[in-house]
């Protein structure tokens, strides 16, 4: 179904570590408006869509969210990389270095693992497009704040290049809701 190319949709060259800024990051990864959450939600969704045009593009966006989901674990590991344990002490990463050593897992900055419970299919291509709009936006919300809370060059570009991919998104759902609406599909 899909063609991997061994590349990240964006590039990530993160050189100066910070792990208090990976712990935030991780709200993209495993927290309730993450790519991760995208990603399984229009996957599921796609199967009730209508028509194929409605299975593809949420096809489409799905298979872009699992890259976006990559490309957040390459922004929180290269932050993260060659952390000390007194580092991650200092940074309050310690519990989450007990379960998971060095290896990401998917959480949000509190600790607070990912669950399906973040997101919704209900059957009706209205009600799930709009949620998906309302998720597209929320993201964007959450990289703009992140954004705010970083003046790393190298960390502010694919963020940047994430939060544009969000509204792309959002265009894309809402030109599928209006088209759907004005079919008269419910």
């Not at 599921?44 to 699992?66: C, F, H, S, W």
């Amino acid at each position: 179904m899909w063609a991997y190319e061994k590349k990240l949709q964006y590039p990530v060259n993160i050189k100066n570590k910070n792990l208090k800024l990976a712990k935030l990051m991780m709200a993209q990864y495993g927290g309730g408006n993450s790519e991760l959450a995208a990603a399984l939600r229009y996957l599921n969704q796609r199967y009730t869509m209508p028509d194929e045009k409605g299975k593809n593009l949420l096809t489409d966006i799905a298979t872009e969210e699992i890259g976006h989901v990559e490309i957040m674990d390459s922004i929180i590991y290269q932050l993260m990389e060659g952390a000390s344990i007194e580092e991650i002490k200092k940074e309050g990463m310690a519990d989450f270095y007990a379960e998971h050593g060095n290896d990401l897992y998917p959480v949000n900055p509190s600790g607070v693992p990912f669950t399906v419970t973040y997101f919704s299919s209900v059957g009706d291509p209205l009600a799930n497009l709009s949620e998906d709009m309302a998720a597209e936006e929320k993201a964007r919300a959450v990289y703009e704040n992140l954004i705010d809370l970083t003046d790393d060059p190298d960390v502010l570009a694919p963020l940047n290049f994430l939060r544009q991919r969000e509204i792309v998104h959002f265009t894309r759902f809402k030109e599928l809701y209006d088209y759907y609406k004005n079919k008269g599909i419910k």
